[in-house]
């Protein structure tokens, strides 16, 4: 039972340049979520789905976009890299509104 | 904007003694929760305290919730050198839709 699974685990990008993050979980949760982490910000909330099919925004969204084909994936894309994007994405999972989340161990992203 | 803040932000105390976070959020919850993030790895969660509960245990954890005052606090008893981690308090927002918010985390250093 691996969880959440993210890829890649480290990332390099040029400005300007595109790239998907994949998270994958195997434990038939409904909802997904992804964060971004940076340094004295906590967590904050990208984009999130509450089932296959769904998407929503959340805090701050822009220059993000996401998908969510399957259930068990949830895909982050960055159109157009800017350094602003560097940062440690992690995704996570729960099967209900209030539940504990289950998370990644993150991707760490640098793009200069 | 951020709905909980842990205090302190940085605690460092010797193994064996008891560490004691703090958590203050500003609106009505379901429930709080309380994970650790181990350097370089993705949150765990640790315990889930509902709006109706004051006190739980799990462990050498023990968390309150004074819903009066908007304040929880995580007690780690008798802590070992592997308690070492960012700990966090995420709040479910009644009426904030299927979002947990986090704060922004507190970093405990337990000494050997």
Sequence with gaps: N??????????????????????????NHEYMYWYRQDPGMGLRLIHYSVGEGTTAKGEVPD???????????????????APSQTSV???????????????????????? | SQQGEEDPQALSIQEGENATMNCSY?????????????????LVHLILIRSNEREKHSGRLRVTLDTSKKSSSLLIT???????????????????????????????????
């Design chain 1, 63 to 81: 220059g993000y976009n996401v998908s969510r084909l399957k259930k068990q994936n949830f895909l982050l894309g960055l159109e157009s890299a």
């Design chain 1, 89 to 112: 994405y992690f995704c996570a999972s729960n099967n209900r509104q209030g539940q504990a989340q289950h998370f990644g161990d993150g991707t760490r992203l640098s793009i200069l």
């Design chain 2, 26 to 42: 500003k609106t009505s919850i379901n429930n709080l929760q309380w994970y650790r993030q181990n350097s370089g790895r993705g």
């Design chain 2, 78 to 112: 008798a802590s070992r050198a592997a308690d070492t981690a960012s700990y966090f308090c995420a709040t479910d927002v009644r009426g904030g839709s299927e979002k947990l918010v986090f704060g922004k985390g507190m970093k405990l250093t337990v000494n050997p």
């Design chain 1, 2 to 27: 691996a969880g959440v699974t993210q890829t890649p685990k480290f990332r390099v990008l040029k400005t300007g340049q595109s790239m998907t993050l994949l998270c994958a979980q195997d434990m």
